[in-house]
């Protein structure tokens, strides 16, 4: 089924988005570090590149730097959540180890 307006958000998120995690609502809020590993996690998924070669290497960069700048633009004008992410992300979990 083709993306449009009509078309349940979460109808084509349910499997490639499950294991990127939300990041707004964070206290503290999300960092750059956290911002840009899910824009990796996002552009690996996608892109089907899990390992960078001379040939891939700058358009997955470009690319990771580019969602990173839009990550955090909209995570700054969305307005506050009214509960928390449900869990935190894995910077977060392997800092707490």
Known sequence: MPISSATPPNYWCA???????TLRGLEP???T?????????????ISG???TSAATL???ERA????TEITTR???ELPPRK????????????AKR
């Not at 499997?15 to 995690?21: A, G, Q, S, Y």
């Not at 990771?64 to 969602?67: L, T």
Request: proline share 10%; with cysteine.
């Open 49 to 51: 590149v899990q390992s």
């Open 58 to 60: 700058e358009p997955f």
């Open 83 to 94: 509960s928390p992410p449900k869990s935190e992300p894995p910077l977060r979990r392997l």
């Open 64 to 67: 990771v730097a580019e969602i």
């Open 33 to 45: 570090e956290e911002i840009e590993a899910g824009a990796r996690q996002y552009v690996r998924k």
């Open 15 to 21: 499997d490639m988005c499950r294991n990127i995690t």
């Open 29 to 31: 809020a999300a960092s």
């Open 74 to 76: 909209l995570l700054a």
